[in-house]
């Protein structure tokens, strides 16, 4: 029986592949290798938890047998109505938890982020059969709906778009770079580990004519890397799947960390942890508990996640120039005594309004954040708490505030902060959505910030023209804009005030931001002693 095509082009056609599994009937056919020959790559790389998508599956037994050995949570599409109804009956008994759907893999139903893999085992040489434009476009579709339903770095705009790869090339230095995504679920030991596993892949990707004994640099993004451990992970029916993990830093102290899976290289909130908390006595508490020693013996008590912060510390660079941000107000050495209205819109682990509540004792603060698990996420593990002078109200920042600027009586806020992440990783722009900074609502925003007050706000965006458009719109409500870049990170934070007279000269910021720290400092208040306000003002430019 011949089964082969007449031309390559048939590869591409649905009419050829269901005479193929109708004349091949129910006989497995195992394109490029079977589960024996595959299996060693397969198991290294993919959990048994970990959710499959195998796309234009056939009649490979492939699916199968990786359902056999514990991988049960694998959802199979094809585009040959005949073979799904084939494998639908050859498993619906012996497999019952794996599925088979007839589906286009250029248009998938699924939703975004829906997988952890993504297995093809030939389908994507079914689609390439030539060079045409037609069929690479079909190959992108194809590609473009891969990395939609992982769940993984490949969907974010630095990634996934082509200006944003352009840009990574750009601020590596090369020409040519390989991107590899490191799976959270692996432990990584160091950076020479990982090299080590990849030269010599890497080296068969290498331009013709390059010497052997090329050193090819390994770079890194994020913070997969080195000891972390996972204190806690959950669903939020907003935000998706999340972690709280403890981390070790370069000085050896320990960091948690929130992370949300759907972005996972953005830490959402930090917060060190205190010494006398670290990761061994922790270890150690679970050992001597292994003990059974008495009940009542005090070492056996695990100290709860939310006393172990050092709320002191800010962590976060952004967050520090926010605060430094406060210089801008009206006589700053007064702060301490001055009663102070805040609107903090993006809670995470709290660590930004709770550091204003704890060092500006007459502030009253509202925070808004959109997402309830994160309240629960913030008082549990970060070591927030509400009290008199610090409400958290669940609600669209959006709507809170358009609320608040069409009610009879506006509040005046002498500062408002906003540090809201987006949802939609493709976006050339993570912080804030696009509806934060859009003309409309930004004068809302005014409406309800005091006439000498500041407006602050977390900017992250790689997209160098949306980024031109952002500062044009907040000027065109704010004459008064300051631009201060964090290094070594793509966030910018923005002080935007109303009014142009009051513009400052960098010494006058400095002085400003002296005159606060020195209040700040005064013993007794538990002031970070590697946290210099002026420090933060420093390259603070106007727009």
């Given at each position: 029986?011949?089964?082969?095509?007449?031309?390559?082009?048939?590869?591409?056609?649905?009419?050829?592949?269901e005479?193929?599994?109708?004349?091949?009937?129910?006989k497995?056919?195992?394109?490029?290798?079977?589960?024996l020959?595959?299996?060693?790559?397969?198991?290294?790389?993919?959990?048994?938890?970990e959710?499959?998508?195998?796309i234009?599956?056939?009649?490979?037994?492939?699916?199968?047998?990786?359902y056999?050995?514990?991988?049960?949570?694998?959802?199979?599409?094809?585009?040959?109505?005949?073979?799904?109804?084939?494998?639908?009956?050859?498993?619906?008994?012996?497999?019952?938890?794996?599925?088979?759907?007839?589906?286009?893999?250029?248009?998938m139903?699924?939703?975004?982020?829906?997988?952890?893999?993504?297995?093809?085992k030939?389908?994507?040489?079914?689609?390439?059969?030539?060079?045409?434009?037609?069929?690479?476009?079909?190959v992108?579709?194809?590609?473009?709906?891969?990395?939609?339903?992982?769940q993984g770095?490949?969907?974010?705009?630095?990634?996934?778009?082509?200006?944003?790869?352009?840009?990574?090339?750009?601020?590596?230095?090369?020409?040519?770079?390989?991107?590899?995504?490191?799976?959270?679920?692996?432990?990584?030991?160091?950076?020479?580990?990982?090299?080590?596993?990849?030269s010599?892949?890497?080296?068969?990707?290498?331009?013709?004519?390059?010497?052997?004994?090329?050193?090819?640099?390994?770079l890194?993004?994020?913070?997969?890397?080195?000891?972390?451990?996972?204190?806690?992970?959950?669903?939020?029916?907003?935000?998706?799947?999340?972690?709280?993990?403890?981390?070790?830093?370069?000085?050896?102290?320990?960091?948690r960390?929130?992370?949300?899976?759907?972005?996972?290289?953005?830490v959402?909130?930090?917060?060190?942890?205190?010494?006398?908390?670290?990761?061994?006595?922790?270890?150690?508490?679970?050992?001597?508990?292994?003990?059974?020693?008495?009940?009542?013996?005090?070492?056996?008590l695990?100290?709860?996640?939310?006393?172990s912060?050092?709320?002191?510390?800010?962590?976060?660079?952004?967050?520090?120039?926010m605060?430094?941000?406060?210089?801008?107000?009206?006589?700053?050495?007064?702060?301490?005594?001055?009663?102070?209205?805040?609107?903090?819109v993006?809670?995470?682990?709290?660590?930004?309004?709770l550091?204003?509540h704890?060092?500006f004792?007459?502030?009253?603060?509202?925070?808004?954040?959109?997402?309830?698990?994160?309240?629960?996420?913030?008082t549990?593990?970060?070591g927030?708490?509400?009290?008199?002078?610090?409400?958290?109200?669940?609600?669209?920042?959006?709507?809170?505030?358009?609320?608040?600027?069409?009610?009879?009586?506006?509040?005046?806020?002498?500062?408002?902060?906003?540090?809201?992440?987006?949802k939609?990783?493709?976006?050339?722009?993570?912080?804030?959505?696009?509806?934060?900074?859009?003309?409309?609502?930004?004068q809302?925003?005014?409406?309800?910030?005091?006439?000498?007050?500041?407006?602050?706000?977390?900017?992250?965006?790689?997209d160098?023209?949306?980024?031109?458009?952002v500062?044009?719109g907040l000027?065109?409500?704010f004459?008064?804009?300051?631009?201060?870049?964090?290094?070594?990170?793509?966030?910018e934070?923005l002080?935007?005030?109303?009014?142009?007279?009051?513009?400052l000269a960098?010494?006058?910021?400095?002085?400003?931001?002296?005159?606060?720290?020195?209040?700040?400092?005064?013993?007794?208040?538990?002031?970070?002693?590697?946290y210099?306000?002026?420090?933060?003002?420093?390259?603070?430019?106007?727009?």
């Amino acid at each position: 029986m011949n089964l082969l095509p007449k031309s390559s082009k048939e590869f591409g056609s649905v009419d050829y592949w269901e005479k193929f599994f109708q004349q091949r009937g129910k006989k497995a056919f195992e394109w490029y290798g079977t589960y024996l020959e595959l299996c060693g790559v397969l198991h290294k790389y993919i959990k048994p938890r970990e959710k499959v998508l195998v796309i234009g599956c056939g009649n490979s037994e492939l699916s199968e047998q990786l359902y056999d050995v514990g991988y049960q949570d694998i959802v199979n599409i094809d585009i040959s109505e005949v073979v799904i109804k084939q494998m639908k009956e050859r498993n619906s008994s012996r497999r019952p938890h794996m599925s088979f759907l007839k589906m286009d893999m250029t248009e998938m139903e699924f939703p975004d982020a829906s997988f952890q893999v993504v297995l093809d085992k030939g389908t994507l040489d079914a689609v390439l059969t030539d060079e045409e434009e037609k069929t690479l476009q079909q190959v992108d579709r194809m590609l473009a709906e891969v990395g939609r339903v992982l769940q993984g770095r490949e969907t974010e705009w630095l990634f996934g778009m082509e200006d944003g790869r352009k840009q990574l090339a750009a601020s590596a230095g090369f020409r040519r770079l390989v991107t590899v995504a490191l799976h959270r679920g692996q432990q990584y030991e160091g950076m020479d580990s990982i090299q080590a596993e990849l030269s010599t892949r890497v080296m068969e990707l290498a331009p013709a004519g390059m010497p052997a004994q090329q050193q090819v640099p390994f770079l890194s993004v994020g913070g997969d890397i080195g000891v972390r451990t996972v204190q806690h992970q959950d669903c939020s029916p907003l935000s998706g799947d999340y972690v709280i993990e403890d981390v070790q830093g370069g000085d050896k102290r320990y960091f948690r960390r929130l992370i949300f899976l759907s972005n996972r290289n953005v830490v959402q909130s930090e917060a060190r942890l205190l010494k006398d908390v670290s990761h061994r006595a922790q270890k150690k508490r679970k050992k001597d508990r292994k003990k059974q020693r008495p009940a009542d013996t005090p070492e056996d008590l695990p100290a709860a996640p939310g006393q172990s912060i050092d709320k002191s510390y800010l962590c976060c660079e952004h967050h520090k120039a926010m605060i430094a941000g406060l210089a801008l107000l009206k006589n700053p050495e007064l702060l301490l005594e001055t009663p102070l209205a805040l609107l903090v819109v993006g809670l995470g682990g709290g660590s930004l309004p709770l550091f204003v509540h704890d060092h500006f004792p007459r502030s009253c603060i509202d925070a808004v954040e959109i997402d309830s698990s994160m309240l629960g996420v913030a008082t549990q593990w970060f070591g927030f708490s509400q009290s008199n002078r610090m409400k958290v109200h669940i609600a669209d920042g959006l709507d809170y505030i358009t609320s608040l600027a069409g009610g009879e009586a506006q509040p005046h806020y002498d500062v408002i902060m906003f540090d809201v992440d987006s949802k939609d990783p493709t976006l050339g722009m993570s912080c804030p959505p696009p509806a934060f900074v859009e003309q409309p609502f930004l004068q809302k925003v005014k409406s309800i910030l005091a006439p000498e007050g500041v407006f602050i706000l977390n900017l992250v965006c790689r997209d160098s023209g949306l980024k031109d458009s952002v500062l044009g719109g907040l000027k065109a409500v704010f004459p008064l804009l300051y631009v201060r870049r964090i290094e070594g990170e793509v966030n910018e934070v923005l002080f935007c005030q109303l009014h142009p007279e009051q513009t400052l000269a960098t010494p006058q910021l400095l002085e400003m931001a002296q005159a606060l720290e020195q209040t700040l400092r005064k013993p007794g208040r538990g002031w970070d002693d590697t946290y210099v306000l002026s420090d933060m003002l420093k390259t603070v430019k106007i727009v």
